[in-house]
């Protein structure tokens, strides 16, 4: 008996230890939907374990379910075993974390924080909130536009040319359902090419006047291309991925989305046509960072950021760019890496994607905005 | 030795089906119960084994060996019974359906089985499936079945009406014979008196 | 001594069912009073008015795609009643499909640029497909017969046993002998009868069509949404002004699924009663075996296109309009499903099978020592009812707030728990309804035998009653298998299913992954009804 106790003990002892010695676990919030991008993250985590570190990617469905978790953990006063070490977020999710103080930070003292530009602004103001370090860049997006260069020669490059191709063209273009991300940066692309003057958006909503006039002339654009859209405007999809297959058959001619080597990363794995190639709007096209933070009651913030430090390391950045394993663009500046690793960058060329990076990158509007167009688009087509 | 004291057996709708019903059928007696169909034999018999009809009230005494059995399940009295339209199990043969009756199966047990089923004339269905059977082979068999187990109190719902005349015969002169040799108490209920020799008394109900 | 043992025993299925109840309670009670606590009159009616769109859609769509199956399901379980009673059996292999593959396989095939489309511009020539015009008319339309079409197979399966009790060859004779037609028999004679028994099964129907998800994202009209919908959407979201629509839409939802029992019930007895007061002497002997042949040939084609589309899309690597099969084939999502989801595939797999072990082995358990107590009988279909009732997302958000405001428990036996209280009514049902079917002599032989109830239920009960506790088991696997709600709000991506993989992988861009793992999701039930399946056809031979 007094034998059976202390095998027991001592397994429970061993049991213990394991768990500590393996505490190095890094666990990582992030959107699952996409095989590129989970291989990539596994990638990763091959490469963290000669660090002795392993990432988990816990593969969610959307971001707000983590954060509700973390609502939970700061109503019950649980502030040290957290069960997530490392988010993938940004925009309103961020303003919800960063107001609702769910955030460890600032975590911009990481090592490989030095090639990154302090002086961008679109990298420290997410949708017009201030980063203040709670958040470290990871990758950029920028909105462009992809069409069937065989159905289309001249795709369209201003709202007008939208219009006019929607137009001529019935039922061959749609945007994803509010309050789809894709779908909300579709408008607020839109948004940027009414208004008169940019400046507004970067201020809260609360500043334009009631009836907010550029708000009202998005309706008033919408409500006039909305009959010529895919099954005219009476259905949506229900995320910008729901429009490749539609594009590949040629449902859709147009389409819209926010990474720039989408189309070539799609081409290769077969998921559209070879034709297909990228356009984007010649005014200017909303362009965005995506981040990662560590919450507040991550039992493991060194860890974490010792993940965040690799993920924006020179080698990851260049593997991430790569739209041959994701295509997903750098947020380094080139101006502080060395020959050796700019190397790393060079640019496979693809006549998929965007031939040069000349359009202007417009900041995404403040995030009161967001809940503005979406609400204003409830109210007129709901 | 069985005892019925006081007993009542009310229907869903009130009605007495039994009304103050005693008697006492003393060790290896063997007593007749009949009376006109619908009158409550078949549930007093299934009262005394103890398997009520949940619409049915009941009330009254029954002693087994002059000990009060009424809280007992059924599997725990001493009471044992052959129903009218009998079952045998339908997942096992006919012999693991005889051995199935003994509490615990030995090889002297087997041998038992086989020479009562030969007295039978049924040896040869002794490894057959139950749903190959014929009517009347199908009774004798749950008999066969009953006899094995060696009851001490024994109650029989209308053994023989599946049979025809010759078998009928057979099988009552084997059935009576056992049933002496093991004095077992005994309650049959019957509408043909000339089922039954033998008795010791008749009730009527 | 035995008198207390039984006392124990009673006592303890009470035990179980009051520790059951009261959680429920909990839970609902949770969900009401953080609702209705924040809901004011004003706010209520308001949303009311802005929803009513959304209401009455849901509503409607619900209900009619209810009698739709009621009324599919009834000629097709004529038809193979007469006709080929065994092979009907296969339609349980049906019943395990899941539903999230069945819609997404609903939206190739009848997409613009999906299956038919593709066969018709054989003829046609086209090499674009049309511009499509599915406006909400036609999403209602086909929500409600994909809807109707999926609960088919399992109304089917319990409408045949329903059938085979009514013995309608002998009414038949003794009706066409008083000089009715084959359809005025059916319809006056047969049908008030079965639908009288089938309450139970079409309680659960509504119930599903009312707190199904995947149904209403998937295939439904989105101006406006179904309810649904809206409620997963304000759940999400960081939008303040659709997080204040949860309330109300919470309370509606559940009033929704009320009434519409209450509706459906209603519309039963005047059906009935409709029925067997008019006399439909129809002169002309139509045959009504080919409704329910065309019927069946439907569904049976529609599962079997479903199926393929699903297995060549898994296979293909592109595959583009106008080409009726893939141009390039792959084998790549299938690799890279079994290579990154194969321990959560077998995890899965372990935690249904326990689950539905457990909650089968406790309803055996309450069923065998209560079979004299009525009360408990009438309390676990309370129960029951009210976790069927209850529409899943709300009882979920429930369990969810229950659980972060007592952190007694961890997220695993929350996840488990949940996924517990989804099998319960299933099994609950199934079991008493064998229990039912059982022929109580048998038990008592053995009790007159003077066999211990414990040898008489395993060498007596068990055996006879096989079949019917692998299908329970089949069944309750399946539904387990396939829940998918728990691990999006009770643990929020922590704890997970295979299915829950699944519906991620098809928000992104492999189709042919996603649909590699629907039918890797639909392996193991699949194959395990299918061999349930073949040895109930030759046990019952």
């Known amino acids: 008996m007094k034998f059976l106790l202390n095998t027991l003990t001592k397994i429970i002892f061993l049991i213990f230890i394991y768990h500590s010695l393996y505490s190095a676990d890094v666990n990582f919030h992030a959107w699952g939907g996409s095989v590129i991008i989970n291989d990539f993250i596994k990638q990763v985590s091959k490469d963290l374990k000669k660090k002795n570190i392993n990432l988990n990617h816990t593969k969610i469905t959307d971001i707000a379910e983590s954060i509700k978790i973390l609502e939970t953990d700061k109503k019950i006063n649980k502030l040290q075993k957290g069960s997530i070490d490392l988010m993938w977020v940004n925009g309103e999710n961020f303003h919800r974390l960063k107001k609702n103080q769910l955030l460890f930070g600032p975590i911009d003292t990481i090592d490989n924080y030095k090639f990154i530009n302090t002086e961008d602004q679109s990298l420290h103001n997410d949708f017009g909130e201030p980063v203040e370090g709670l958040e470290v860049p990871w990758g950029r997006a920028q909105f462009v536009l992809i069409y069937d260069s065989k159905m289309i020669q001249k795709p369209p490059q201003t709202i007008e040319q939208l219009r006019e191709f929607i137009k001529n063209n019935p039922g061959r273009f749609t945007y994803p359902q509010i309050p789809d991300f894709h779908g909300t940066t579709f408008l607020k692309q839109l948004l940027y090419e009414i208004v008169d003057d940019q400046s507004i958006l970067q201020k809260p909503f609360s500043n334009c006047l009631n009836p907010c006039e550029p708000l009202k002339n998005l309706m008033i654009y919408l409500k006039d291309i909305h009959p010529f859209l895919w099954n005219q405007g009476k259905r949506f999809p229900k995320s910008a991925a729901e429009t490749v297959p539609l594009l590949s058959n040629r449902e859709l001619w147009l389409t819209i989305s926010f990474n720039p080597n989408m189309a070539a990363v799609n081409v290769s794995s077969g998921n559209l046509r070879d034709v297909t190639r990228t356009t984007s709007f010649i005014g200017g096209a909303i362009g965005n960072t995506h981040y990662l933070a560590i919450p507040f009651n991550s039992p493991n913030k060194n860890a974490s950021l010792e993940v965040i430090n690799y993920l924006i390391s020179p080698q990851s950045q260049a593997d991430k760019s790569n739209i041959d394993i994701w295509g997903d663009p750098t947020v380094l500046d080139f101006t502080k890496i060395d020959e050796k690793q700019k190397k790393m960058f060079l640019d496979k060329q693809s006549i998929h994607i965007l031939q040069n990076y000349q359009i202007p990158y417009l900041v995404e509007p403040h995030y009161s905005w967001t809940e503005a167009i979406e609400n204003e688009w409830f109210k007129t087509f709901n | ?205 | 001594m035995n008198g207390l043992k039984l006392l124990i025993n009673q006592n303890i299925s009470f035990l179980i069912i009051f520790l059951l109840f009261g959680i429920v309670f909990l839970v609902i009670g949770n969900i009401l009073y953080e609702t209705i606590s924040q809901l004011t009159i004003k706010s209520f009616s308001n949303d009311l008015m802005n929803f009513l769109p959304s209401i009455s859609v849901t509503f409607f769509n619900n209900i009619l795609s209810t009698i739709c199956a009621i009324f599919i399901a009834f000629f097709i379980t004529e038809y193979l009643y007469k006709k080929s009673y065994f092979s009907s059996s296969f339609l349980i292999v049906l019943i395990s499909f899941p539903h999230i593959s069945y819609c997404i396989g609903i939206t190739y095939l009848f997409a613009t640029s999906g299956l038919f489309a593709r066969l018709f511009s054989i003829f046609y020539g086209n090499e674009v497909p049309f511009i499509s015009y599915r406006g909400d008319g036609l999403a209602n339309l086909i929500y409600i017969f994909s809807l109707a079409l999926r609960e088919v197979p399992f109304l089917v399966l319990i409408g045949l046993s329903t059938w085979k009790k009514i013995n309608p060859n002998q009414i038949q004779q003794q009706v066409s002998v008083l000089g009715h037609s084959d359809l005025s028999t059916l319809m006056n004679c047969i049908f008030p009868l079965w639908i009288k028994s089938m309450g139970l099964p079409v309680l659960i129907i509504i119930a599903f069509s009312f707190s199904n998800f995947e149904f209403s994202s998937i295939l439904g009209p989105q101006f406006p949404n179904m309810i649904n919908v809206k409620i997963i959407e304000s759940w999400y979201s960081t939008n303040t002004e659709l997080m204040q629509h949860l309330n109300s839409l919470i309370i509606i939802t559940i009033l929704g699924a009320g009434v519409a029992i209450l509706l459906l019930f209603f519309l039963r007895n005047a059906i009935v009663s409709y029925f067997t007061n008019t006399r439909l002497f129809i002169p002309i002997n139509y045959n009504t075996l080919l409704i329910g042949k065309f019927f069946f040939l439907i569904v049976v084609l529609l599962f079997t296109a479903i199926i393929s589309i699903t297995f060549f899309l898994s296979i293909s690597k592109s595959w583009f309009f106008p080409s009726i099969l893939p141009t390039t084939f792959t084998l790549k999502g299938w690799s890279y499903m079994i290579e990154n989801y194969y321990v959560l595939f077998f995890h899965s797999i372990f935690i249904s099978s326990t689950i539905s072990i457990f909650s089968l082995i406790i309803m055996t358990y309450m069923i065998e020592i209560s079979q004299n107590i009525k009360n408990i009988f009438k309390m676990l279909f309370l129960l029951s009812l009210m976790i069927l009732v209850i529409p899943q997302n709300i009882m979920l958000m429930g369990i969810n707030n229950l659980m972060s405001s007592s952190p007694f428990f961890s997220i695993k036996a929350w996840f488990y728990f949940s996924l517990f209280i989804y099998i319960l009514p299933y099994t609950y049902f199934m079991t008493k309804q064998s229990y039912d079917d059982f022929n109580p002599q048998y038990i008592e032989n053995a009790d007159v035998l003077g066999i211990k109830r414990l040898k008489s239920f395993f060498s007596i009960k068990l055996p006879i009653m096989t079949n019917d506790f692998l299908i329970i088991f089949g069944v309750s696997f399946s539904v387990c298998f396939y829940q998918f709600l728990q691990g999006i709000i009770v643990t929020k991506g922590e704890e997970l299913l295979f299915n829950n993989e699944v519906l991620i992988l098809f928000s992104g861009e492999s189709i042919s992954t996603a649909s590699s793992g629907s039918l890797l999701n639909f392996f193991p039930a699949g194959l395990l009804l299918t061999i349930i399946y073949i040895r109930y056809r030759y046990a019952r031979m």
Do not use: W
């Not at chain 2, 089985?113 to 009774?139: F, I, Q, V």
């Open chain 2, 1 to 205: 030795m069985l005892e019925c004291k006081n007993i009542n057996i009310q229907n869903e709708k009130k009605i007495f089906l039994v009304k103050n019903f005693n008697f006492i059928i003393e060790q290896s007696q063997i007593f007749t119960l009949t009376g006109p169909s619908g009158v409550g034999k078949s549930t007093l018999l299934k009262y005394i084994c103890g398997i009520k009809q949940n619409s049915f009230t009941y009330s009254g005494d029954i002693l087994v060996n002059k000990s009060l059995v009424n809280h007992l399940p059924t599997n725990q009295r001493e009471v044992r019974m052959i129903f009218q339209n009998d079952l045998l199990f339908p997942h096992m043969n006919v012999m693991e359906n005889l051995l199935f009756a003994v509490p615990i199966t030995k090889k002297k047990n087997k041998d038992e089985a086989l020479s009562l089923l030969d007295k039978l004339n049924l040896s040869h269905l002794s490894y057959k499936n139950t749903n190959t059977l014929s009517g009347g082979e199908y009774s004798r068999i749950c008999l066969a079945r009953i006899i094995i187990n060696k009851p001490s109190i024994l109650l029989v719902d209308e053994p023989f009406s599946n049979l025809d005349i010759k078998t009928k015969n057979m099988t009552r002169k084997f059935f009576f014979k056992n049933i002496s040799e093991m004095k077992c108490t005994t309650l049959i209920v019957s509408h043909d008196l000339d089922d039954i020799y033998n008795h010791d008394k008749v009730i009527k109900l």
